[in-house]
């Protein structure tokens, strides 16, 4: 087990272990603090984290796995970790079982989109069926009695992973679900309420904020529309609308409370459409496999009888909502209402035909016709449809939606023995004339040490006991957090006084009740810094080089003094006073630290200038203050150097015009565009325009890629975090200068454009070695380099280099003799071409005529120069030579079309050749 903690002594009863594979033995041992937080989300994450400082690198994978209350959570991946001061920083996230179903695709039949259509059981057995092997251990289990759970749903799926598909199933349905490690179950969780939570002491709440939800805008007026299709001819409109507010599309509510306020609702689902239509028989063709259309009969409702095939206007469609075809549409080709039987095409996509032998319509299947004329009424049930559907929409966005944020006192918890789970209830009341809000609760987190100090977070769609009130709710409890800063604040507050106290013992000025706080020995500007416990020791401080300036002692360099650096050990656990100590002679001076009092001219030739003091240890640590400058309270005035928080967390340099720490402006706050914070993490939405300047992705908490602004030089990266991409450590890194790297750095390009390929990368079935490319097969080997660096000519590789000097050299060698080198050519051959018909040469250098009739070969037409061609008559049946495009044959003296190869046996070279004007084939008759 390595060396983890700082503070090795907690080790020795640690509350967590972490495993890894089956193995007994622990990898590591935690002892569990504040930072190791349980967070269970309604269908969502299930996670433990916490946060590890140890002073050596920790040896943790992907699938190392801590045990919590009976269920196992492991890592998705080897965490990354941040090194500062000899430590290194962890923040480990082990996620639940059900997060292995976020990894997976869901499949049907190997393909990844499809349209699946079942009831609630039929959707879910499809789902464990495509997880198939990964499913093991897991169970699913629908909770009895589900209204509409046998009702027949129609769901595409995309590239959906299976966790976003149990979702979505869950969501079609009206239903949820919940998994103990691997144990789903799927139904409509309620419960009654688990406790009653108030303001005031032990009522449960140390504090009640009611919060407007900045994001959700109210809406009063809202335009309602539908789908363009089976719109009837003349309908007026390019979508489905229907008669509202003062004869248009929209309806209003609470416009005198909140003014008019438009917005736009499209319901591209709502569609003059036949509903309870089905297949009530069908032709199959004889030969399916080549037929071209198909024919059904329709069982369509008795007020349907009138129905139109639209043609006009698009290509009408008869799309399956049920049965072997389900999703899919077909042009329909014909629709003989008397007999109501309809004609439709097969569709092919890739060679794939539909309907096949094994996919076909069927006896019962329920479809829906598109790009057709429906009657008036179903117009407009439509039109109805869609009004009711922009009121319930409206009466959701018409008023300010509010959120919660509690702060739940654990001992009320542990009193009433209040035990909050995903899922259940809660109820809230502002005040006694209100009445309780119940509202569910979508999260629960909690620290491991201390499972009482619940945070939770209400759903977004709650439980209303008062429609009136209309409550929407992201409630979440920040008691951990809340807590965590309640403790630091008690203990930097006696830290505080006690170094208050201490300062006033050695400082008598700092009891004074003075108008003007501050000596004439400390009245000057120094430009050093200063740390204390540096390497985490206590006795260890240091100070850097700076220049002092003094507003009162001058000595002899007009008050100017330049300090060297130091690094101190203080030697005792006293409080220590921090001088510098300046020459009267000279420009130089140093920093002395003392556990006495000195004053400023106590020592000859020397200034002690009182720089701060240096606390005694509290808790392990040592804090400096300083001391010089003044402070000046005049009226309503206070002029000072810098103003710190007790805490010392927060602190404002008046002096050099910074603030350091964590500052939060508030709602109205002016100037934040002049914060280097704010305008490098600022993000706008325009419309369709996102301005930021750091966009960063991630799954299931794991930071995985993202885009930046031009800070820092990165545009884009992937496979690794920003601060990866930052030191090329990401697999993609692509920067605003031009330059970029992929596969982890093994391929990467600077900003000129200059591409390099590391050791041992592969082009093809070529590979980088020692700078060249090489190929390999066997005994079979191709180099691609400098001639000579890697192979001599004379062995058995082939070699196309160019040497760094001198002329280019090509050198090409075949079972150990060299073919070319320097420009010359050592030995070569020519595939024959053998024919005994008339023939046109295209690619061929060597024909042999084996004829017995007379034939004619013909040379090829637009030849390069240098072109040659050996045509050689082998048997008793004559050759003639001729030339495709008209050009010359060249014998001896004369200049022929064709020329005649006079003996068996001959052969005629011809090569093509320009000359002054003109090109022409030179030819000679080989006669051996």
Not at 636 to 663: A, F, H, Q
Request: proline content about 4%.
């Amino acid at each position: 087990m390595p060396d983890l903690p700082l503070n090795s002594s907690k080790l020795m009863n640690p509350d967590i272990q972490i495993f890894r594979g089956n193995a007994s033995e622990a990898v590591v041992a935690l002892p569990v603090d504040d930072s190791f937080v349980c967070t269970l989300k309604q269908m969502g994450e299930q996670s433990v984290r916490l946060n590890l400082s140890a002073a050596t690198p920790v040896d943790l994978r992907a699938g190392d796995w801590l045990e919590w209350r009976g269920v196992r959570y492991a890592l998705a991946e080897e965490p990354d970790y941040k090194r500062g001061d000899g430590v290194y920083s962890y923040t480990l996230t082990f996620y639940a079982p059900v997060h292995r179903l976020s990894y997976l695709l869901h499949k049907d039949e190997g393909s990844l989109s499809f349209p699946y259509a079942g009831n609630l059981a039929q959707q879910l057995d499809a789902l464990y069926t495509s997880l198939g092997r990964e499913a093991s251990g897991f169970t699913i289990e629908i909770e009895e009695g589900i209204e509409g759970a046998d009702e027949l749903h129609h769901l595409d799926f995309d590239r959906t992973y299976c966790l976003d598909a149990l979702t979505r199933i869950c969501e079609e349905f009206g239903t949820e679900w919940r998994i103990d490690d691997r144990r789903i179950r799927i139904g409509r969780f309620r419960s009654p309420a688990a406790g009653v939570f108030r303001y005031g002491r032990d009522r449960g709440l140390y504090s009640l904020e009611k919060i407007g939800v900045s994001n959700t805008a109210v809406v009063t007026r809202l335009y309602g529309y539908g789908s363009t299709e089976n719109l009837p001819e003349g309908y007026g409109r390019e979508k489905l609308a229907f008669t509202g507010v003062g004869g248009e599309s929209y309806l209003e509510k609470n416009v005198a409370r909140y003014g008019v306020r438009e917005e736009v609702a499209e319901f591209d689902d709502i569609y003059p459409r036949l509903e309870g239509a089905t297949i009530g028989a069908v032709k199959t063709p004889s030969d399916v496999a080549s037929a071209n259309g198909w024919t059904v009969t329709l069982q369509l409702p008795p007020d349907c009888n009138d129905i139109e095939i639209a043609r006009d206007r698009t290509d009408p469609q008869i799309k399956f909502t049920s049965g072997a075809l389900m999703g899919e549409g077909f042009t329909i080709t014909a629709y003989r209402p008397e007999s109501r039987e309809l004609d439709f095409n097969v569709s092919e996509d890739n060679g794939y035909r539909l309907p096949s032998e094994t996919r076909q319509p069927s006896v019962g299947d329920s479809f829906v016709l598109l790009g057709i004329v429906m009657p008036q009424s179903y117009v407009s049930r439509a039109e109805t449809e869609l009004k009711t559907r922009t009121q319930e929409e409206l009466d959701r966005r018409c008023e300010k939606r509010y959120a919660y944020r509690l702060e739940i006192d654990p001992r009320y918890v542990r009193r009433e023995g209040i035990r909050i789970g995903v899922g259940d209830t809660v109820l809230v009341q502002e005040d006694e004339a209100s009445a309780p809000v119940e509202i569910r609760v979508s999260e629960v987190s909690y620290p491991l040490q201390d499972p009482d100090r619940l945070s939770v977070v209400l759903s977004d769609t709650p439980v209303y006991t008062s429609y009136a009130e209309k409550l929407e709710n992201d409630i979440q409890d920040v008691t951990h957090e809340v807590n965590t800063v309640y403790r630091e604040a008690r203990t930097f507050s006696r830290r505080a006084w006690r170094d208050a106290e201490e300062l006033a013992r050695m400082i008598d000025a700092l009891r004074a009740e003075l108008l003007l706080v501050g000596g004439l020995s400390g009245q000057f500007a120094l430009s050093s810094a200063f740390a204390v416990n540096r390497n985490n020791t206590r006795n260890s401080f240091s100070a850097t080089e700076g220049k002092l300036q003094h507003a009162v002692y001058k000595g002899s360099t007009d008050g100017v003094w330049f300090l060297g650096g130091a690094d101190i050990t203080l030697e005792s656990d006293a409080p220590y006073y921090l001088y510098a100590r300046c020459s009267k002679t000279s420009d130089r001076g140093f920093f002395y630290a003392t556990t006495e009092k000195v004053e400023v001219e106590s020592v000859e030739g020397w200034y002690y200038f009182p720089i701060g003091v240096i606390s005694s240890p509290f808790e392990g640590a040592r804090v400096f203050n300083t001391t010089y400058g003044f402070t000046q309270i005049s009226g309503g005035s206070v002029t000072t150097g810098r103003l710190r928080d007790k805490t010392g967390r927060l602190e404002i340099d008046l002096d050099n015009g910074t603030i350091t720490g964590p500052v939060q402006f508030n709602e109205g706050s002016a100037g934040l565009n002049e914060v280097k914070e704010w305008k490098e993490n600022f993000t706008a939405v325009d419309g369709g325009l996102l301005l930021t300047s750091l966009i960063k992705i991630s799954t299931d908490g794991v930071e995985t890629g993202g885009l930046s602004t031009d800070r820092d030089n990165v545009l884009l990266w992937g496979g690794g975090t920003y601060d990866q991409a930052k030191r090329n450590a990401a697999n993609i890194v692509l920067r605003h200068d031009g330059s970029g790297q992929l596969a982890g750095g093994k391929i990467w390009w600077n900003d000129k454009g200059s591409l390099a390929l590391d050791e041992g990368a592969n082009i093809g079935n070529f590979t980088i070695k020692n700078g060249v490319l090489v190929w390999e097969d066997g005994d079979r080997k191709m180099y691609l380099g400098l001639a000579g660096v890697t192979e001599s000519a004379n062995d058995s590789v082939a070699h196309f280099s160019v040497p760094k000097t001198g002329n280019p050299t090509l050198a090409i060698t075949v079972d150990g003799s060299i073919l070319m080198t320097h420009g010359g050519i050592f030995g070569f051959g020519l595939g024959p071409y053998v024919t005994s018909r008339d023939r046109i040469i295209t690619t061929e250098s060597y024909v042999i005529c084996n004829n017995t009739d007379a034939i004619t070969v013909t040379l090829p037409s637009d030849p390069s120069v240098g072109r040659t061609v050996f045509i050689r008559r082998n048997m008793v049946g004559e050759v003639t030579v001729a030339t495709a495009d008209g050009s010359v044959l060249r014998y001896e003296d004369s200049q022929k079309n064709n020329l005649a190869i006079g003996k068996r046996g001959y052969t005629l070279m011809c090569t093509y050749v320009i000359y002054n004007t003109g090109g022409y084939w030179l030819t000679n008759v080989l006669t051996f």
